[in-house]
């Protein structure tokens, strides 16, 4: 069982929809990460939040608009998606530190598999 | 060049064969590396971090090259469960994962 929760699991959206993904972690863990992966091909980074604060945003659409509420949660706010943004989003955390964010082991959720019609 | 590269594969081994991946980056301030194993349709796993001194864990051994600037997965005795996509992953002044190297363990 992974330790990252991801919900939910699958969502299919038309394109004027809004919807919203969520990721909790009760790890301690200081830095959360959103990836998109499409089939057959490795992760993409898109957004890396460290305590609590956008780090990193990998130039990323307006209509992905994501949110650290608290250091245990992140939500990914969708809006006005694409047929193209259809894939796999991965949240992650791995603990942040002096070191910073992305040069500790992460921990992935299992997922959310977004389909736009 | 890519920030990141692996061999795509497939690697076809028989059980009990011994395998090795590589890694190359391109960035050479890169600070952090890890392997990752990712089964069909399910989230990346941590397999190992990699250290400058190299790190061996059960049939698995990671090795880092920061002169050549290639990490290396060295998996002994295969097992028909070590059959997923081997991802190497660099931090540098980004976070990049290679495009992952597939691996079939045949019994």
């Known amino acids: 069982d992974t330790e990252v929760t991801q919900t939910p699991k699958h969502l299919v959206m038309g394109m004027t929809n809004k919807k919203s993904l969520k990721c909790e972690q009760h790890m301690g863990h200081r830095a959360m990460y959103w990836y998109k992966q499409k089939a057959k091909k490795p992760p993409e980074l898109m957004f890396v939040?460290?305590?609590?604060?956008?780090?990193i945003n990998e130039s990323v659409p307006s209509r992905f608009s994501p949110e650290c509420p608290n250091s245990s949660l992140l939500n990914l706010h969708l809006h006005a998606l694409q047929p193209e943004d259809s894939a796999l989003y991965l949240c992650a955390s791995s603990q942040g530190g002096a070191s910073g964010w992305g040069n500790q082991p992460q921990h992935f959720g299992d997922g959310t598999r977004l389909s736009i019609l | 060049r890519k920030e990141v590269e692996q061999d795509p594969g497939p690697f076809n081994v028989p059980e009990g064969a011994t395998v090795a991946f590589n890694c190359t980056y391109s960035n050479s301030a890169s600070q952090s590396f890890f392997w990752y194993r990712q089964d069909c349709r399910k989230e990346p796993k941590l397999l190992m971090s990699v250290y400058s001194s190299g790190n061996e864990d059960g049939r698995f051994t990671a090795q880092l090259n920061r002169a050549s600037q290639y990490i290396s997965l060295l998996i002994r005795d295969s097992k028909l469960s070590d059959s997923a996509t081997y991802l190497c992953v660099v931090r540098g002044i980004k976070l990049i994962f290679g495009t992952g190297t597939l691996l079939a363990v045949q019994p």
């Open positions: 939040y460290s305590y609590e604060k956008l780090s």
